[in-house]
């Protein structure tokens, strides 16, 4: 986004927040799981425009190449593989599971509200100066970081990934037989 004014620059940061917050609380409150997963999409587009507006171009490419395009995908396969009728399943469970959803939200909202005010960041460098963050690109800032000191959790969301696809292979065959 070079180029283009602060000002209209925080407009286009603000209205993607606010479109990326609009479109998951969307996404939470659809009955219909492929709504869900449409709504989802649309929030990964939101986040990857806040990433273009934060001059991460390759996060933002790899953010729709990956979750909106691959996961997405992967997502609505196995949501259509296994038939899933989310309204069906909850019957007279939906008011105790809503309450039960909503003390859950709400600890994991105050834990990371929590976070944020310990841990804040804020006026802080990273491990690379602007300069060095010039000269070397984003690419290879964020592959460095990646395949070394966060190899590590790399590898456990790549299984965890792999277990969620297993898991989604054993519910499709259960259901055929």
């Given at each position: ?50 990433y ?11 953010q ?29 469970k ?84």
């Open positions: 986004m070079i180029g283009i004014g602060i000002g209209f620059k925080w407009f286009i940061f603000v209205a993607m927040a606010l479109m990326a917050t609009g479109s998951s609380l969307m996404m939470v409150t659809r009955k219909n799981p492929i709504h869900s997963a449409l709504w989802l999409i649309v929030t990964f587009f939101s986040v990857a425009v806040l273009v507006t934060l001059n991460a171009t390759f996060i933002a490419v790899a729709v190449m990956v979750y909106a395009g691959a996961i997405m995908m992967l997502v609505l396969f196995v949501i259509m593989l296994i038939h899933l009728e989310w309204g069906a399943q909850m019957g007279a939906k008011s105790f599971a809503k309450v039960i959803g909503a003390i859950i939200t709400l600890i994991l909202f105050l834990q990371i509200l929590g976070g944020v005010y310990t841990y804040s960041n804020a006026g802080q460098h990273g491990i690379y100066s602007a300069q060095k963050l010039a000269e070397m690109g984003n690419t290879r800032a964020v592959g460095t970081l990646l395949y070394g000191k966060y190899a590590f959790a790399f590898e456990v969301a790549s299984i965890l990934l792999l277990v969620g696809i297993v898991g989604a292979v054993l519910l499709a065959r259960k259901r055929k037989e």
